[in-house]
Structures are given as C-alpha cells and as structure tokens.
C-alpha cells in the first residue's frame, strides 16, 4: 500500500482500535486481512479489532511518539504516534505497541528510528526573510514549515530580517552555545549572509565546528533546499530537514582587490546568465520566468562578455569529470573539525601573476564568451541541474564555459537541457572540474554575481575551501543528477 492510501486510512484509528510493532522500516499494524473502513472526517472512529487490514506508518514519516499513561491491564502499551501524512499534513493515531520484555518503552524505540541522526534533540535558529519568495516567505514558513517543527517537538527561536545584509549581523552577534542547526527560510541570499556572519566572527572556527548551516525553500532561489534537501516544496523540505544526516561540505573563498574576502557556498558567474539573474531584479514580481526571459534575450542578441580566464584544474576533460565522479559519489568522510588552516587561501593574491600551473583558457573563447558559470552545488533552481557532477567535499569546483559564436540552434539546444543535466553532453559545452579559477573581465560595464548576490565587477579569483562548513543532506548525499 502506498504511503498516502495507508496514512489517510490511519486517520480513524482509536487509542483501542489496532494492535501494532515495530518493524524494520515502520510502526506495523497487524490483523486479519481484510479492508479497513474508511474513517469518518472530524471523529474518532471505533473498530473491531478483526477489522483492520495490514497497514504501516513509516519511522521516515514519523514527527513524534509519546508513551500513554499505563492501566492494569494486561495490553500492550499504548503510544500516541504524531506523523506526516497526505499532502504533507500532520495526523495523529494511538496505537498498542507489542515490545519485547526488558526493551525501552516503545515510544523511545521509535523516536530512535525516526530519528536516526537525532535532529528533534538539536535546538535551531530560525532566520526568515519576509521579503523573499515576493514577500511571501513568513506565511510559507507559518503555513508549511512551522506546523512539523511544532509536532517533532524541536526547539525554535525565529529571527526575521529587516534588511540586507541583517542575516550577517545576527550571525556574528549571536551566543555560541544558543543553537545548534542555522535554518533559513529564504532564498540563497541568506545562507550567503550566514556564512559570511560566521566567517566574520573572532571565534569563526568553533562555529563553523558547531554551528550546521540549512535552508528551508521560502525564497525565489533555492538552490540549497534543491541540492541539499531533494525539494523545493517548504513543507516536504521541512520533514527531509528532520531526517536528514549532518554532513560537511565545502565552501569557496572569493577575492577581489580592495575588498575584503568573502565566502560562497553556491555559485559564482559572468556573462549570459549573470545578466539574466542581476539585470531583471526589476522584474522580480515575475517569479522565475524573468530569468527565462533574460536568457532568452541575451541569447538571441548573441551578447559576448569578453574576459580572461585561468584555472587550476582538477579534471579538464568530460572524460575526467566522469571518472572523477564515479570514483568520489558515495564516499563518506569522517566528520573532522577544522581549523584556521582550513581557511587559508592558498594560492598567490588577485593582483599576482597567474600561477605558472594554472592554464589559461583558449583566448578566442573568452574573447567571445558567452556563459562562465562556477559553483558546488548541483541544482542552481528547481529542476535545473547545471553541475551534475557536483560533490558535496571532493574540493573542486564544477566549471561550465560556452561560446557566444555558438549556432543560436544549439545553444537553445543545450541551455534547454540543463533541468535534465543533458547540456553536459554538448560538445560546445565545456564542462570541468577545478581546485580555484582567475576570471577579468574585458568590459567596461557588467555584472558579477556570487550566490545570487551582485558583487564589484572587477577581476575575482576563486579557490575551494574543502569541507569547512556543516549542511544537511537527505541520505548524506546531494540530490540525485543524472548518470555521467
């Protein structure tokens, strides 16, 4: 029985109506095999216990457990069991556990299958942009995400911003030992502000070590919920939140002259779809068709950005991409903390010389570039998987250059494909891996977004920070891509 059919039919049961145990997977209701009458909306709902069909409630599915108090009688202990159900709703049943002599009650044996990282025991600080998702953000957050924090029992304290850059301050500002899980419910831009408030931070090193930093979909961009997370939908993220497994990944440090170091988990790019995400912020109360719609424009002007380009790669052929990734997916590292060591830059300044290592880029490429795209995650929006070979802490960066030259047939082909990761098979996509990257730009006037998020258009450098920073990852892995 599919987990829908079989939790709304549980909506009728009664604190004496279905004995149950424990199973591998799931709470398992047991009794003759016959169908279970359907329950009457609004009520309780008594039945015979020769009445009930097999059904289960996953432990995935499951918010909370709690024992109820005993009586003389000889039945099995009853447990109040709060879990997800349809159209991510939160239901209620009791049950009779059967559990094994000696064991620990049953609501504690649940709780640890439903938790097996011990989410419901972290304590999380809660940071909302009311103006992200067209200022729709709180009322996602109130209506979708709020009632499953609620009924898992999770300690919540809510911060809302009042303006940009406030994620920051609330960050640097903020007691070490008060939270344990950073959640914000917003787009990207607030996750950019959290990493940097903590990189900002005297003792930066201990909370990165403490601090886990996550993402709950309520903005216009979300591409950690996307990656991380599995979905974009605020209420199915909010549960794979809750079961999901603590893992280290890495971040990036971006430099440019004259300004102070910044870090981004996300993106960096210039070019086609740098304009298409900066220069349509007018444009916002679209949704996401403006992007589409800045795409589409630059695409058919065949606008070039021109610049240079030099990298210092890991893998710079498709070829080496694939078997790089084929032999990193599925590793799963040791959760080592870091130290300052971990955020030191590596390579020589943005003003020196490019390292005599790294390669440039073909000069009649970048001089008619028409997309430079960089970044460690690998969904970008919803359903738009630009660096399917992404890792969450293979210490590279996913690199993807097109040519402005480029027949405007295959380019629609190839930018078409992306929610599919099917760009990566174009031969006129260059597709690679690198451990840092030097771009200039060669125009007068332009844009550069890191995270989303417009930065000075001048020349930056970009090299990885290898697993500095704590997310959440459903299964501990990123969002499945296609096969390379």
């Known amino acids: 029985m599919s987990r829908s059919a079989s939790n709304d039919r549980l909506l009728g049961l009664s604190r004496l109506s279905a004995r149950a145990q424990l199973g591998d997977n799931a709470v398992i209701l047991a009794s003759p ?80 299958r439903a938790y097996r990282h011990e989410m419901h025991r ?44 406030h994620a920051t301050a609330i960050v640097a500002d903020l007691p070490l030992s008060q939270y344990d899980v950073i959640v914000c419910a917003s787009g990207d831009g607030i996750p950019h502000e959290v990493v940097n408030g903590m990189r900002s931070r005297k003792d930066y090193v201990a909370a990165f070590n403490r601090w886990t930093v996550a993402q709950l979909p309520c903005g216009s ?21 809750l079961k999901a497994q603590e893992r280290r ?17 996300l993106s960096q790019t210039y070019g086609v779809i740098a304009c298409s ?31 240079e380009i030099s990298i210092k790669y890991a893998c710079e052929t498709k070829e080496g991409v694939s078997e790089f990734y084929s032999q990193r997916k599925g590793e799963n590292p040791e959760d080592v903390d870091v130290s300052s060591k971990n955020f030191q830059l590596r390579f020589p300044d943005v003003e020196a010389p490019v390292p005599e290592d790294w390669t440039v ?19 970008v929006a919803d359903g738009v998987q630009f660096f ?5 802490d293979d210490g590279t960066i996913d690199i993807v ?29 260059h597709y690679a891996k690198a451990e840092a990257f030097r771009l200039t730009p060669r125009l007068r006037d332009s844009v550069i977004s890191v995270d989303g998020e417009n930065f000075p258009f001048q020349a930056l450098q970009v090299e990885v920070l290898k697993g500095v920073c704590k997310t959440l990852l459903k299964d501990g892995e990123f969002a499945e891509t296609r096969n390379l």
């Not at 990944?249 to 988990?265: I, N, T, Y």
């Open 221 to 241: 961009g979300n591409a950690m919920a996307a990656s991380c997370l599995g979905t974009v939908r605020p209420g199915a993220a909010t549960l794979a939140l």
């Open 388 to 392: 399917p070979a992404a890792l969450p």
């Open 33 to 112: 095999n016959q169908n279970l009458p359907e329950p009457t909306i609004g009520c309780i709902t008594c039945f015979d216990s020769d009445s009930f069909a097999s059904l289960e409630i996953l432990y995935a599915d499951i918010l909370w457990a709690e024992c109820l108090a005993a009586d003389d009688s000889d039945i099995s202990p009853q447990v109040e069991l709060t879990y997800v159900g349809s159209e991510l709703r939160v239901y209620k049943c009791v049950l009779s556990i059967d559990t094994l002599p000696g064991s620990k009650d049953a609501a504690t044996q649940i709780l640890a």
């Open 361 to 379: 880029v073909d000069p009649q490429v970048t001089a008619n570039l028409g997309i430079f795209y960089s970044g460690k995650m690998p969904y």
């Open 401 to 429: 250059v097109t040519d402005a030259r480029d027949p405007f047939t295959k380019t629609a082909a190839y930018l078409t494909r992306v929610g599919s990761g099917g760009h990566f098979d174009f031969s006129e996509v």
């Open 122 to 165: 972290k304590r999380f600080l809660v940071i909302i942009n009311p103006h992200g998702g067209q200022g729709n953000a709180e009322n996602l957050y109130n209506e979708q995400c709020k009632p499953l924090l609620q009924a898992a029992h999770v300690s919540v304290d809510v911060i809302k911003t009042t303006y940009q850059g």
């Open 277 to 307: 995400d900066i220069c349509t912020e007018f444009l916002r109360f679209m949704g996401a068709v403006r992007f589409d719609l800045g795409v589409l424009y630059q695409v058919v002007r065949r606008s070039k950005f021109p610049c």
């Open 249 to 265: 990944v890495d971040l990036m440090g971006v430099s440019q002259a004259g300004q102070p170091p910044k870090l981004s988990f």
